[in-house]
């Protein structure tokens, strides 16, 4: 029954690859994206020029905060030049705390002003000119995912295959139909502050955010997105070391759960738990 119940309130929206011309928005709710960067320097530039044409053609008020995990490249520098050239709503923040992903989000989330919230990989293999659709998405669930799922095997075949095992496992787990680690997703603040800060990983705040959302009665909808290959720098993901901490975690998250739910059911419903006593026992063949 749970399962079932957490597979219901799926909605699919369709992304245009080609253009948003067909998603025309005119809103006053503000998003805040979070890129975390490293090494990105011929991206960077791009993603910035990118994401502020979507979200101005749609209406859309934004800040982005670009999280740099200590590039040695020339990410920060291109990243503040092109935002101070083109007046862009952007503010550049290097990590503070450990390396990983994970900590760097969780860094650009603190600064954040917005009650709606965005993250993007700095690596140009997601489009932002699904963003205005995301965020329209937004309107009827407390999270939108963009979904690699028909195109990951066509950018990296071998991380397309071991992400398509890694959802299965969490469908089988969790019972949650989407592209869970994706790196595009737009998600009301309240699911962030609840469900993800006790995130203990480089990589796996998706997980703690996308379980407890839709564990807790949160509504998640999919956007599917065309996922492109990587023109310029090195991929920071090493596929085998990332996926046994995703493996870890979503077991870890797993046993959590049943044990939340054994305590839950012992608090309400003690007779179930008690030891059995001679009185209790009469009748009992």
């Known amino acids: ?58 209406a859309i008020s934004y800040e982005v905060i670009v999280v740099d995990d200590h590039s040695n490249d020339d990410t920060v520098a291109v990243a503040r030049a092109i935002a101070k050239e083109k007046n862009l709503p952007v503010q550049i923040l290097t990590k503070k705390g450990l390396p990983g992903k994970s900590y760097s989000l969780i860094e650009g989330f603190a600064a954040a002003r917005f009650a709606m919230l965005a993250m993007i990989d700095g690596d140009l293999q997601y489009p932002p000119e699904a963003l205005p659709l995301m965020v329209q998405a937004s309107r009827h669930a407390d999270i939108v995912i963009a979904d690699r799922r028909a195109t990951y095997h066509e950018a990296d075949r071998m991380r397309g295959r071991l992400s398509q095992i890694f959802t299965y496992l969490i469908t089988m787990l969790f019972a949650i139909d989407t592209d869970i680690q994706s790196g595009l997703k737009v998600f009301r603040r309240a699911i962030y502050d609840n469900g993800a800060r006790s995130c203990s990983g480089k990589w796996n705040l998706d997980l703690y955010l996308v379980t407890h959302a839709v564990l807790h009665g949160h509504t998640l909808a999919n956007v599917p997105i065309e996922f492109q290959e990587r023109q310029a720098g090195e991929s920071k993901v090493h596929p085998l070391k990332v996926g046994l901490e995703l493996l870890w975690t979503a077991l870890q998250l797993k046993m959590d759960r049943i044990a939340s739910v054994i305590l839950k059911e012992s608090v309400f419903r003690p007779e179930r738990y008690k030891r059995p006593t001679k009185k209790n026992l009469k009748g009992v063949r």
Not at 13 to 42: C, K, M, R, W
Request: a negative charge; aromatic letters at 4%; charged letters at 15%.
């Open 1 to 58: 029954m749970g399962a079932e119940r957490n597979m219901q309130h799926r909605e699919a929206f369709q992304y245009d690859p080609h253009g948003i011309s067909t998603v025309t928005l005119s809103t006053s709710e503000a998003i805040s994206i979070v890129i975390p960067t490293l090494n990105e320097a011929e991206n960077i530039g791009h993603l910035l020029t990118r994401l502020h044409q979507a979200l101005t053609e749609a």
